[in-house]
């Protein structure tokens, strides 16, 4: 239970952001999978930016959520172990869900099968080994944020006695980090081996710290744009993401370079637009965004079985437009008796 001086922090429009992140992941996904759009063009180029950055605007708003929702004084309050289990109760029980459906239909996600592997992904701990330990498609992710709240306690902490200073230097120390991998890391890789460098910790932890900076600057200030502001604002934001220049066609170029730095200030600022927007009476489809945003996560890692299960089928865009439906129904699905029941059980743990 949050202190009685500490009313619950509004969060602004990340719930409808959230939705259409996830969509652009699966449509980025399923794009490519079914082959729908020619390489090299703009619209592939557009999805690829769009898909691959969407995954990088979730870093940014997990470490922003977590930041600021849970402060020092509830985590010291309920005590780590039951902000681990709440964690827990949030991340494991879809990824289990996935990990199982891998491993049970032999669908070849990840590496082989091997007792290391799967002791790995049981234990949540992949992500400080290798991320694409991952028996899931885009676990990869799962295991990074599994790394955040294994520190978190710690990190709030630092942060109640460090304020925003100590915010500061965490986003910049890992930035700097990550300058190694993303300059020359990557591609000076084979090509085998450059998405598996790219999903290193070091390449990825600083947008985590970049979210918990913003929720350090929301929290000092109680000024708020009004949505048609935040609207026109991001309109030249996504534009850069989906302009078609310049062209490439190994989408990790896309992701490397001084260019990825611009992109994630892009996508920052996106997500510092919905978390600094007012709240307001969202409307109709800002209220399908919202509910979009509450199965992201399902929408996330279960879109890769619904491919698998439609390709052997229908290829081109009739594939394409079954998958995301399949995808849809299943992230409603498996929020409306996994999560939530599973979310009612952490509230339930809560001091």
Known sequence: MEARS????????????RGLLALCVAVYHLGVWFNISQSGGGANIAMARLGNYSVSAFFVLSGFVL???TPWRRVRKEGPGRFYLRRFLRLAPV?????????????????????????????????????NHALVTGGWYVGLVALLYFAFPALAWLREKGGLWFLAVLALG???WSLPSTLHGVMEQPQWNRFHTYVLAPNQLFL???GALLAGLHETTERRLDPRWALLLAIPLVWILVKPTPQFFDHLVALTGWLRYRYLLVVTGLVALAAFTRDGEPGWFGNQLGRLG??????????????????PHLAGRAGFGLSLGLALVAAWAVHRWIEEPMGKLGRGAKA
């Open 208 to 210: 985590l710290a970049w």
């Open 294 to 311: 509450a199965w992201s996560y399902g929408l996330y890692l279960l879109h890769p079985f619904a491919m698998k299960l439609v390709a």
């Open 67 to 69: 930041f600021r929702t």
């Open 95 to 131: 990824f289990y869900l996935a990990f199982a459906l891998n491993v049970a239909f032999r669908l070849g996600m990840g590496p082989e099968v091997s007792g290391r592997f799967l002791l790995e992904n049981l234990t949540l701990t992949f992500g400080a080994i290798h991320p």
């Open 6 to 17: 500490a009313p619950p922090a509004r969060l602004g429009l990340l719930d409808p952001l």
């Open 174 to 176: 890992l930035w700097a």
